[in-house]
């Protein structure tokens, strides 16, 4: 253990390695008597040396390293006054009356840095110190450090004279009111209120903003008082203070005339460039309602960009709901503008669905396009099958491809299969594929013997495209109806109608039999679309055998089949295709090798790992980044580090 003598020789030396490991062992042993040397070399221009002796005086600490910091706070070097600073809101707190005294100090500055300081202690024993500097201190500075101070403490008690304050300088106001927010005492709802009167309008706007962050109930009634007798933008703030204050599921609790007053000032409200403030009127519309309330929230909703202010419009729009159906929301609906016509059919379907539903039936041809497409989305959705002739009047009178399809997706769903399937049928050849699908799914959903037989017919028909919409349909009715058309359709001309023959034959619950041999039999298929068909078929209904197949299509002549089949290889954990995979590593395709890299990552073993290892040097730099990765994931699953 050194010798204090030691310690303190090392302090005086100009070395800054010898000081520093003076500081460190000063340190180590709370070394009082070191203080002095110490705190001479705080100025000093080596920063090690510096952090050495802040460290060192904040383990000692005490009234001890108080005193001999303090003179500091006079000095004209400012990292020397900076570090003081520091140190003393740390340590103030062990000498309070050695602090405080300095708020008697002749200099301005020491009372400001004192006043800082004692904001930093934690004590409640500083805060009639810092209120009589608040109160008496000639120097505005100082009172407005001593504000700062007081909120920083945050003590209850300090109300009384920041209260007081609010009647200083402007400078020093700012900051009572933001200390009195921080505090939250009862006691300042009232001097706060008193001070809007009397203040300026900077001023009076931070009372307000302070008395909505607070949330006490007892200044609402204050605040609507104000109302009458404020500017513009200030009764813009009150109005959102006390929502902030009360919140919309408690606005009615304020009385019918306080509500109706607070109402009338809301459209003012949502006029304001503050988004706070729009937001709040918003919620106040949401809870009170009103005469022209929602022609309000629409013009707002117009002004809001649907994207970047998702958030906003879905709450306008919650509004909107909130308020009900209303004449402005017909108004809307029938009007010219499409997008709020849009917002107003959401809001109406939200509020009563049942009644929107006629409405929006009778409004349809009166519309444009484009609101005939968001109109038609809805009631495809949420009509009953009582509004069938609509949708089969939309069938015959309407060109639009996206218009008719929701109209076919609602017959297939709900409609009555008598009367519909003769008006889906022509759609079966309609020039848009989109729309083509959709009556051929529409004919799937109605699922009667008299679609099936209309799929037989398809599925003879001499038109390929006929033939194979006939083959698709078939297939999700019950196969052996149709077996024999749907084995003639393997052997068709047209590759398409042989895929979707494959893929009908999929939708068998077991391919087991006959089914299964004609299916396998078709990887000889010479289209690669028919023969990735029969794997993704077969893959159903995975065995030895469909293993084995996958084995063998790892030799197909197209490159996409290659790749299925070792992609579903290491799908199904094939072990008994590493070998093989092995072998295909040797590809001059990049494109194959990278996939079958990833494959043998994922089946592992000390096989595939070994055959991996050399096209560490591949000339293709993908090659090698995806062989890099899978010898990592091997030696991760064999339990390397």
């Given at each position: 253990?050194?010798?204090?003598?030691?310690?303190?020789?090392?302090?005086?030396?100009?070395?800054?390695?010898?000081?520093?490991?003076?500081?460190?062992?000063?340190?180590?042993?709370?070394?009082?008597?070191?203080?002095?040397?110490?705190?001479?070399?705080?100025?000093?221009?080596?920063?090690?040396?510096?952090?050495?002796?802040?460290?060192?005086?904040?383990?000692?600490?005490?009234?001890?390293?108080?005193?001999?910091?303090?003179?500091?706070?006079?000095?004209?070097d400012?990292?020397?006054?900076?570090?003081?600073?520091?140190?003393?809101?740390?340590?103030?707190?062990?000498?309070?009356p050695?602090?405080?005294?300095l708020?008697?100090?002749?200099?301005?500055?020491?009372?400001?840095?004192?006043?800082?300081?004692?904001?930093?202690?934690?004590?409640?024993?500083?805060?009639?110190?810092?209120?009589?500097?608040?109160?008496?201190?000639?120097?505005?500075?100082?009172?407005?450090?001593?504000?700062?101070?007081?909120?920083?403490?945050?003590?209850?008690?300090?109300?009384?004279?920041?209260?007081?304050?609010?009647?200083?300088e402007?400078?020093?106001?700012?900051?009572?009111?933001?200390?009195?927010?921080?505090?939250?005492d009862?006691?300042?709802?009232?001097?706060?209120?008193?001070?809007?009167?009397?203040?300026?309008?900077?001023?009076?706007?931070?009372?307000?903003?302070?008395l909505?962050?607070?949330?006490?109930?007892?200044?609402?009634?204050?605040?609507?008082?104000?109302l009458?007798?404020?500017?513009?933008?200030?009764?813009?703030?009150?109005?959102?203070?006390?929502?902030?204050?009360v919140?919309?599921?408690?606005?009615?609790?304020?009385?019918?005339?306080?509500?109706?007053?607070?109402?009338?000032?809301?459209?003012?409200?949502?006029?304001?460039?503050?988004?706070?403030?729009?937001?709040?009127?918003?919620?106040?519309?949401?809870?009170?309602?009103?005469?022209?309330?929602?022609?309000?929230?629409?013009?707002?909703?117009?002004?809001?960009?649907?994207?970047?202010?998702?958030?906003r419009?879905?709450?306008?729009v919650?509004?909107?709901?909130?308020?009900?159906?209303?004449p402005?929301?017909?108004?809307?609906?029938?009007?010219?503008?499409?997008?709020?016509?849009?917002?107003?059919?959401?809001?109406?379907?939200?509020?009563?669905?049942?009644?929107?539903?006629?409405?929006l039936?009778?409004?349809?041809?009166?519309?444009?396009?484009?609101?005939?497409?968001?109109?038609?989305?809805?009631?495809?959705?949420?009509?009953?099958?009582?509004?069938?002739?609509?949708?089969?009047?939309?069938?015959?009178?309407?060109?639009?491809?996206?218009?008719?399809?929701?109209?076919?997706?609602?017959?297939?769903?709900?409609?009555?299969?008598?009367?519909?399937?003769?008006?889906?049928?022509?759609?079966?050849?309609?020039?848009?594929?989109?729309?083509?699908?959709?009556?051929?799914?529409?004919?799937?959903?109605?699922?009667?013997?008299?679609?099936?037989?209309?799929?037989?017919?398809?599925?003879?028909?001499?038109?390929?495209?006929?033939?194979?919409?006939g083959?698709?349909?078939?297939?999700?009715?019950?196969?052996?109806?149709?077996?024999?058309?749907?084995?003639?359709?393997?052997d068709?001309?047209?590759?398409?109608?042989?895929?979707?023959?494959?893929?009908?034959?999929?939708?068998?619950?077991?391919?087991?039999?006959?089914?299964?041999?004609?299916?396998?039999?078709?990887?000889?298929?010479?289209?690669?679309?028919?023969?990735l068909a029969?794997?993704?078929?077969?893959?159903?209904?995975?065995?030895?055998?469909?293993?084995?197949?996958?084995?063998?299509?790892?030799?197909?002549?197209?490159?996409?089949?290659?790749?299925?089949?070792?992609?579903?290889?290491?799908?199904?954990?094939?072990?008994?295709?590493?070998?093989?995979?092995?072998?295909?590593?040797a590809?001059?395709?990049p494109?194959?090798?990278?996939?079958?890299?990833?494959?043998?990552?994922?089946?592992?073993?000390?096989?595939?790992?070994?055959?991996?290892m050399?096209?560490?040097?591949?000339?293709?730099?993908?090659?090698?980044?995806?062989v890099?990765?899978?010898?990592n994931?091997?030696?991760?699953?064999?339990?390397?580090?």
């Amino acid at each position: 253990m050194p010798e204090p003598t030691d310690i303190l020789e090392l302090l005086r030396q100009d070395d800054p390695e010898q000081i520093r490991e003076g500081a460190k062992l000063a340190r180590a042993e709370r070394m009082t008597g070191a203080i002095p040397d110490l705190v001479r070399h705080i100025a000093s221009p080596n920063i090690g040396v510096q952090e050495a002796v802040d460290r060192a005086l904040r383990k000692i600490g005490g009234p001890a390293v108080v005193h001999a910091v303090i003179p500091l706070l006079r000095s004209d070097d400012a990292p020397e006054r900076n570090i003081a600073m520091d140190l003393l809101r740390v340590l103030g707190n062990s000498d309070l009356p050695a602090v405080q005294e300095l708020l008697r100090d002749e200099d301005a500055d020491v009372r400001i840095f004192a006043s800082d300081i004692l904001g930093s202690t934690g004590s409640a024993l500083a805060v009639p110190a810092l209120c009589h500097a608040l109160l008496n201190d000639p120097e505005v500075n100082v009172r407005y450090q001593a504000a700062v101070s007081l909120g920083q403490l945050a003590f209850p008690e300090a109300a009384p004279c920041l209260n007081s304050a609010l009647d200083d300088e402007e400078w020093v106001q700012f900051s009572v009111i933001e200390s009195l927010t921080k505090i939250k005492d009862a006691s300042s709802i009232g001097a706060m209120v008193k001070a809007l009167g009397k203040s300026s309008e900077l001023v009076a706007s931070s009372i307000v903003d302070a008395l909505g962050e607070m949330g006490n109930i007892k200044a609402v009634p204050l605040l609507l008082k104000g109302l009458d007798n404020s500017p513009s933008p200030l009764c813009n703030k009150i109005v959102r203070a006390v929502l902030n204050i009360v919140g919309g599921r408690s606005l009615t609790l304020l009385g019918t005339k306080d509500c109706r007053r607070l109402a009338g000032y809301l459209p003012s409200a949502l006029e304001d460039e503050d988004k706070d403030i729009q937001d709040a009127a918003i919620r106040g519309f949401a809870a009170l309602g009103g005469e022209g309330a929602t022609t309000c929230v629409l013009r707002h909703l117009t002004r809001l960009d649907p994207e970047n202010d998702a958030q906003r419009v879905a709450e306008a729009v919650d509004a909107l709901v909130k308020i009900g159906k209303t004449p402005e929301l017909y108004e809307a609906l029938r009007g010219g503008d499409d997008h709020l016509a849009a917002i107003a059919m959401e809001v109406m379907l939200r509020v009563d669905e049942e009644g929107t539903i006629p409405l929006l039936i009778a409004i349809f041809p009166e519309r444009g396009r484009d609101m005939q497409r968001q109109i038609i989305q809805q009631l495809a959705t949420r009509a009953g099958r009582e509004h069938q002739a609509f949708f089969l009047g939309v069938l015959e009178n309407c060109k639009d491809g996206n218009i008719v399809r929701e109209a076919l997706h609602f017959l297939g769903r709900k409609g009555d299969p008598a009367p519909v399937l003769d008006k889906i049928l022509p759609f079966l050849s309609h020039p848009y594929n989109d729309v083509k699908d959709a009556a051929l799914e529409a004919c799937i959903a109605l699922h009667t013997p008299e679609v099936e037989e209309i799929f037989r017919s398809l599925a003879k028909n001499a038109d390929a495209l006929q033939r194979m919409i006939g083959v698709y349909g078939l297939g999700f009715f019950d196969i052996g109806n149709s077996l024999e058309l749907l084995r003639d359709a393997l052997d068709d001309p047209s590759a398409e109608v042989r895929k979707v023959a494959v893929e009908a034959f999929g939708r068998c619950s077991s391919l087991e039999g006959e089914c299964r041999g004609l299916i396998e039999n078709m990887l000889h298929d010479e289209s690669r679309d028919v023969r990735l068909a029969v794997y993704d078929t077969l893959r159903l209904n995975p065995d030895e055998r469909f293993f084995q197949s996958l084995i063998n299509g790892l030799e197909d002549d197209d490159a996409w089949v290659r790749i299925r089949c070792a992609e579903r290889l290491g799908e199904f954990k094939v072990d008994e295709a590493i070998g093989p995979l092995v072998g295909m590593l040797a590809d001059e395709n990049p494109l194959i090798v990278v996939k079958i890299v990833s494959v043998l990552a994922s089946l592992g073993g000390e096989t595939a790992f070994r055959a991996l290892m050399p096209l560490l040097d591949h000339p293709d730099g993908d090659v090698r980044e995806a062989v890099e990765a899978a010898i990592n994931a091997i030696h991760k699953q064999a339990g390397g580090e």
